[in-house]
């Protein structure tokens, strides 16, 4: 079956206008245009608008998608074996927060009562859920699948007591590394190896092991990263960088 530019738009639930950028970009083009000059597409145009769409709700950019589906290597099935995972995670996800707030309400409505653990496990599951969005991909590059989700696992485990002490170690840390920017701190310093040592500890509550080279990093990656740089510069600009200097001097061999 062929479709129109208006009519392959309508179906997917998408604009015109976005067919046309990928048209521009080299994302997808249409089979062909008709004499009228209309761009006309075909099942194989469909089946890759569907990828990318795929791609899309899984948070990939543009680009990405692109030099993706033009390598050779691209392999449309592993690529949908692996969203569906994802779709599971987020299934997993709303179940588990559906459950929290159903037990919230009734609670609330004095029909039961909730553990505090029981408040937290939709919370914990959605920091995981929002992390895996934002750095699942670097992450996982960086340490591996295993260690990401045995991490992850370990997150789920925390007692409330322990995720309300890693909260508390992360505020502490990033107060200190303001504080410690203002004053032009050297990151060897004492003020510099105590952050050093509560990100450690911060890193415990989630980390199965620790290794001094795993620490650098993804200290590392902070200042490598601008998302990850953003956050910890969000009130003073230079605690990102602080914290990679912090962290090297901490794991160099005389420590």
Request: net charge negative; proline share 1%; with cysteine.
């Amino acid at each position: 079956m062929e479709y129109t530019i208006q009519k392959l738009a309508k179906l997917a639930g998408i604009t015109t206008r976005a067919l046309r950028y990928y048209d521009g970009i080299g994302l997808l083009h249409p089979a062909y245009v008709n004499e009228s000059g209309y761009r006309i597409y075909g099942e194989a145009e469909v089946d890759a608008l569907q990828q990318i769409l795929l791609f899309r709700d899984m948070g990939m950019e543009l680009s990405k998608i692109k030099a993706l589906t033009s390598d050779a290597a691209f392999n449309r099935v592993d690529i949908l074996k692996e969203h569906l995972e994802v779709l599971k995670q987020r299934q997993q996800q709303i179940d588990l927060l559906i459950k929290n707030v159903n037990k919230t309400i009734e609670k609330e409505e004095g029909i039961t009562s909730m553990t505090d653990k029981e408040k937290f496990e939709g919370l914990k599951k959605e920091m995981i859920q929002e992390n895996e969005k934002k750095y699942g991909e670097e992450i996982r590059k960086s340490y591996g699948a295993d260690e990401v989700d045995a991490s992850n696992a370990k997150m789920m485990n925390l007692t409330m007591e322990e995720y309300e002490k890693m909260k508390e170690t992360g505020k502490e840390i990033n107060s200190l590394l303001e504080e410690a920017v203002e004053k032009k701190e050297d990151p060897s310093g004492d003020l510099g190896q105590k952050i050093a040592r509560l990100h450690k500890e911060w890193l415990s509550f989630t980390w199965t092991h620790y290794s001094a080279q795993a620490h650098c990093g993804v200290a590392e990656m902070y200042v490598a990263d601008e998302r990850f740089t953003a956050y910890y510069d969000q009130n003073v600009k230079g605690c990102a960088r602080f914290l990679r200097d912090a962290v090297r001097a901490f794991n160099q061999p005389e420590n």
